[in-house]
């Protein structure tokens, strides 16, 4: 997996708001070239081995439930340092201190529901695009 690519999930009470086509437009805009994306709906077993990172975190419950209780779009995004320069566009996990003009400050809901994930280094961005997709699906 090259090192150039992010994974990011635009979360489930975003894309039930109506939200994809401008989260998706403010990913292209800042330079994002989408090499794969897929609207699909997690089940508990997914949404906890992706996030099985927090599972001893207090709200992991709540976030499997959240994650699993409406479609998700999935996306692979390809810039330079795109690891880096996604986390910076999608801003803080608390929209509270997210900075203006990132997509959780405009359309996050609270720290829990904060409209996009964002992979937080090239490691989990590989294995986390690989759970999501297959070769097939992304495109060249
Ligand atoms: N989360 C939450 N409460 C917290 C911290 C995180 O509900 O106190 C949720 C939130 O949806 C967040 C996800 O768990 O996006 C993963 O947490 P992480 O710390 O990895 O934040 P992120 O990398 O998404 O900014
Ligand atoms: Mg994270």
Do not use: W
Request: hydrophobic share 40%; aromatic share 8%.
């Amino acid at each position: 997996m090259a090192t150039n690519r992010t994974f990011t999930m635009i979360k489930p009470e975003a894309v039930a708001q109506g939200n994809t086509g401008k989260i998706t437009d403010m990913i292209i805009e800042a330079g994002f070239k989408i090499k794969a994306m897929k609207l699909k709906q997690l089940t508990k077993e997914a949404a906890g081995e992706f996030y099985a990172v927090h599972k001893e975190r207090p709200f992991y419950g709540e976030l499997v439930e959240y994650m699993s209780g409406g479609p998700i779009v999935a996306m692979i995004l390809e810039k330079e340092n795109a690891v880096a320069d996604f986390r910076k566009l999608i801003g803080a996990t608390d929209p509270a201190e997210a900075e203006e003009g990132t997509i959780r400050k405009q359309f996050a809901t609270s720290k829990a529901e904060n409209a996009v994930h964002g992979s937080d280094s090239d490691e989990n961005a590989a294995i986390e695009c690989d759970f999501h997709f297959s070769a097939d699906e992304i495109v060249g």
